[in-house]
């Protein structure tokens, strides 16, 4: 009967309703009277998506008839996940391209939301990878590991938007549900719960009446600010300028409010922008992102971050974390935040389970599987990141990471006593003396060049920082003499420049330095390798009266290890977690 409707040959199909009303009554009371033929061949997507009003039609009136055609119940298997692979713009104007790879997301997200605990969604790195691609739907499918694939489109009409949507079961390709959703684009997230909603219906699943009010409360946004928010979420660098535009246009929008504090507290982390901008700045953001909507999870998550970087604020980070997470179990990057945190907390088995949960449900999203490495690494299972490092290089042997991911991967060949390949990795990625220079000063990276047949190249690095700072002498000049001697284990020249450092530090303390906090604390790091316990406990307090975000740190550096024994050490810790 559909096929009969949709035929391209127009003087085969159903020329009046009336006729299409009579087979499907005789169906109704004769079933045998359409025999099933073999398998249909399979539309292709341009098809299907052209077709679609027809479909929609023929199912509306089955819908009026009280019948159901296929239903989860129908399927080959019980649905356990699904992905929604990316929309396709119908338009064809790169334009609007946004709008389809960014409700693309927007949609993983709140079907992972409302879905959760019935069913998985894939991340929208992983499938992103097949936009535009030609593959059969099986393959895809086999490719993700789901059982089930939603598939649709968007069409803009001036300040009007289509979205259609086919949920299908991997196995057979049948369609088990359509629909066509339409409204303004100042409706637009409530169009999205609506589509978000029917397929969760379509699965077989049930809507808590928490996700139930969420959808429902979804208020009017500008469409030129929501344009802008899309631009934000699928941006990597400049995505904070994108969600400032979004709020500026329009400050009622509570997720572009997220999203600009997501960012702040991004750039504080990596060192973008100084942490004393950064993180009131985020702070006040998620503010009034909860302020407008209680329930966004990255607003909470950053609340968390906050709270544990700037406040030493532990219980409250945890409550907030957990917060975030009840909300949308899905978010890969909240997940990501919250097992650093619980891993610099000493909570390692439940970190990693937590990491390992978010590059399973996005195993193409780079960000989580270097977070996977970096994390092992920090709770000291060095074999394993290894491994892991390894792993992803070889799937991802060019992408943003690279750089990153191999460098860790040196850190791992470092702790595991492999000197001469850590300092070949390192010298490939930084040039001789490897990390000397490299943002951070990794020294361990450094001994591995000392430990090694590079070990010239490091003295000749060694060297150029002594001249340096006779040409220009300064605190971080005087430190970098110091860990070089550190490096080669030479303690008396060590401690003499060290306490040269000191006193340039205090003054830049005085003088407010952004860059203070986290020179206190790699002053505390060196004394600690050098085994100088009372000197590395009071900079740990210099750093911690600063507010130093490395101090999060002290439970996992091997350096800090001589002193876990400690009095004030354990104080520290106390009052950053307790």
Same mark, same amino acid.
């Given at each position: 009967i559909v096929a009969k409707a949709l035929a391209k040959d127009p003087d085969k199909r159903y020329r009046q309703a009336s006729e299409l009303l009579a087979d499907l009554e005789e169906l109704r009371?004769?079933?045998?009277?359409?025999?099933?033929?073999?398998?249909? &061949?399979?539309?292709?997507?341009?098809?299907?998506?052209?077709?679609?009003?027809?479909?929609?039609?023929? $199912?509306? /009136?089955?819908?009026?008839?009280?019948?159901?055609?296929?239903? +989860?119940?129908?399927?080959?298997?019980?649905?356990?996940?699904?992905? /929604?692979?990316?929309?396709?713009?119908?338009?064809? $104007?790169?334009?609007?391209?946004?709008?389809?790879?960014?409700?693309?997301?927007?949609?993983?997200?709140?079907?992972?939301?409302?879905?959760?605990?019935?069913?998985?969604?894939?991340?929208? &790195?992983?499938?992103? #990878?097949? =936009?535009?691609?030609?593959?059969?739907?099986a393959d895809i499918a086999r490719e993700l590991e789901v059982d089930a694939v939603v598939e649709g489109s968007i069409q803009l009409s001036g300040e009007q938007i289509r979205i259609t949507a086919e949920l299908i079961e991997a196995g057979t390709e049948q369609i088990l549900w359509s629909d066509v959703f339409d409204g303004g684009l100042d409706n637009i997230l409530s169009l999205q719960g609506q589509v978000a909603s029917a397929v969760v219906q379509a699965l077989g699943a049930g809507i808590s009446?928490?996700?139930? =009010?969420?959808?429902?409360?979804?208020?009017?946004?500008?469409?030129?600010?929501?344009?802008?928010?899309?631009?934000?979420?699928?941006?990597?660098?400049?995505? #904070?300028?994108?969600?400032?535009?979004?709020?500026?246009?329009? +400050?009622?929008?509570?997720?572009?409010?997220?999203?600009?504090?997501?960012?702040?507290?991004?750039?504080?982390?990596?060192?973008?922008?100084?942490?004393?901008?950064?993180?009131?700045?985020? #702070?006040? @953001?998620?503010?009034?992102?909860?302020? $407008?909507?209680?329930?966004?999870? #990255?607003?909470?998550?950053?609340?968390? =971050?906050?709270?544990?970087?700037?406040?030493? !604020?532990?219980?409250?980070?945890?409550?907030?974390? &957990? &917060?975030a997470l009840d909300l949308d179990p899905t978010a890969a990057d909240v997940a990501m935040d919250f097992a650093g945190a619980l891993v610099r907390a000493g909570q390692d088995d439940e970190g990693l389970a937590l990491i390992k949960q978010a590059a399973f449900l996005d195993p193409m999203n780079q960000y989580a599987q270097l977070n996977v490495g970096y994390l092992l690494m920090l709770s000291g299972r060095f074999e394993e990141a290894l491994t892991h490092f390894e792993a992803m290089l070889e799937l991802f042997p060019v992408n943003r990471l690279t750089m990153a991911m191999k460098m860790e991967k040196g850190w791992c060949l470092g702790m595991l006593g492999r000197h001469e390949e850590a300092a070949a990795q390192s010298k490939e990625l930084f040039g001789p003396g490897g990390s000397y220079w490299a943002p951070g000063k990794n020294w361990l990276t450094s001994r591995d060049f000392a430990l090694s047949s590079l070990r010239q190249?490091?003295? !000749?690095?060694?060297?150029? @920082?002594?001249?340096?700072?006779?040409?220009? +002498?300064?605190?971080?000049?005087?430190?970098?003499?110091?860990?070089?001697?550190?490096?080669?284990?030479?303690?008396?020249?060590a401690l003499e420049w060290l306490a040269r450092s000191g006193t340039e530090l205090r003054k830049e303390i005085e003088e407010g330095d952004p860059q203070a906090p986290t020179r206190a604390f790699r002053q505390a790091r060196l004394y600690a390798w050098l085994g100088e316990k009372d000197l590395a406990l009071e900079w740990l307090d210099v750093a911690f009266e600063l507010r130093a975000p490395s101090l999060l740190l002290i439970n996992i550096l091997i350096e800090f290890q001589g002193l876990s024994e400690e009095a004030g050490f354990l104080e520290i810790k106390a009052r950053i977690w307790s």
């Open positions: 009371t004769d079933p045998e009277a359409f025999p099933a033929g073999k398998k249909p &061949r399979r539309l292709t997507r341009g098809q299907r998506f052209g077709w679609f009003g027809a479909v929609a039609a023929v $199912l509306a /009136i089955l819908v009026f008839l009280g019948w159901r055609i296929l239903g +989860p119940g129908d399927a080959g298997q019980a649905i356990g996940s699904v992905a /929604i692979l990316p929309l396709a713009n119908l338009s064809g $104007l790169e334009e609007q391209e946004v709008y389809a790879d960014g409700l693309t997301m927007e949609l993983i997200s709140t079907l992972g939301r409302v879905g959760s605990g019935s069913f998985s969604v894939t991340g929208r &790195r992983t499938v992103m #990878r097949f =936009k535009g691609s030609d593959l059969p739907l009446e928490e996700n139930t =009010k969420i959808l429902a409360a979804a208020a009017p946004v500008d469409p030129e600010a929501y344009q802008a928010y899309l631009r934000g979420r699928l941006a990597g660098y400049g995505a #904070r300028f994108e969600y400032q535009r979004a709020v500026d246009i329009d +400050p009622t929008f509570a997720a572009a409010w997220a999203g600009l504090s997501w960012e702040y507290s991004f750039e504080a982390t990596w060192g973008m922008i100084p942490a004393e901008e950064a993180y009131p700045a985020a #702070r006040a @953001a998620a503010f009034k992102a909860l302020e $407008l909507d209680p329930k966004l999870a #990255r607003a909470h998550s950053v609340l968390g =971050k906050v709270k544990i970087t700037q406040d030493w !604020d532990w219980p409250g980070a945890l409550a907030d974390f &957990r &917060r190249d490091f003295l !000749d690095k060694f060297t150029e @920082a002594k001249e340096a700072y006779e040409e220009s +002498p300064s605190g971080q000049g005087a430190w970098l003499v110091a860990f070089g001697y550190v490096t080669l284990e030479d303690t008396q020249p």
